[in-house]
Nanobody, 114 residues
Framework: VQLVESGGGLVQAGGSLNVSCVAFDDGSMVYDMGWYRQGPGKGREAVAISGWDGERIIYLDSVKGRVTISRDFTKKTVHQQMNSQKPEDAANYYC????????WGQGIQVTVSS
C-alpha cells in the first residue's frame, strides 16, 4: 500500500481545513485507516481512525465534535474535516493504513495561527 496525502496548510484559529489520503493498493481497502498527528516536542497520537468497514470510528477526545473522518471506498480515500481549529491542533498529520504491512504517509503540516 502506498499513501498519498493532500490538504492541510495554514488556518486561523477557529477556522476549518481538511486533509485527504489516497491509498494505492491492489486490494479492496479492507483495513482500518485514519490520521495521526505529531506536534512539536510531542509523541504521535491517533486523531481519528475509521474501521475497515467505515462504520467503527474512534476519535481523540480533544477533537470530538470538531473532526469528522470519512472514507470513499470507490476512490480509496480517507478524508478528515477539521473544524474550529485550535493552536494545539497544529502538527504534522500522518495518514495510516493498518494494512499488511502497516503503512504511513509522509506527513502533511497543519499550522494554526492564533
Amino acid at each position: 500500500v502506498q499513501l498519498v496525502e493532500s490538504g492541510g496548510g495554514l488556518v486561523q484559529a477557529g477556522g476549518s481545513l481538511n486533509v485527504s489520503c489516497v491509498a494505492f493498493d491492489d486490494g479492496s481497502m479492507v483495513y482500518d485507516m485514519g490520521w495521526y498527528r505529531q506536534g512539536p516536542g510531542k509523541g504521535r497520537e491517533a486523531v481519528a481512525i475509521s474501521g475497515w468497514d467505515g462504520e467503527r470510528i474512534i476519535y481523540l477526545d480533544s477533537v470530538k465534535g470538531r473532526v469528522t473522518i470519512s472514507r470513499d471506498f470507490t476512490k480509496k480515500t480517507v478524508h478528515q474535516q477539521m473544524n474550529s481549529q485550535k493552536p494545539e491542533d497544529a502538527a504534522n498529520y500522518y495518514c495510516y493504513a493498518d494494512a499488511a504491512p502497516s503503512t504511513w504517509g509522509q506527513g502533511i503540516q497543519v499550522t494554526v495561527s492564533s
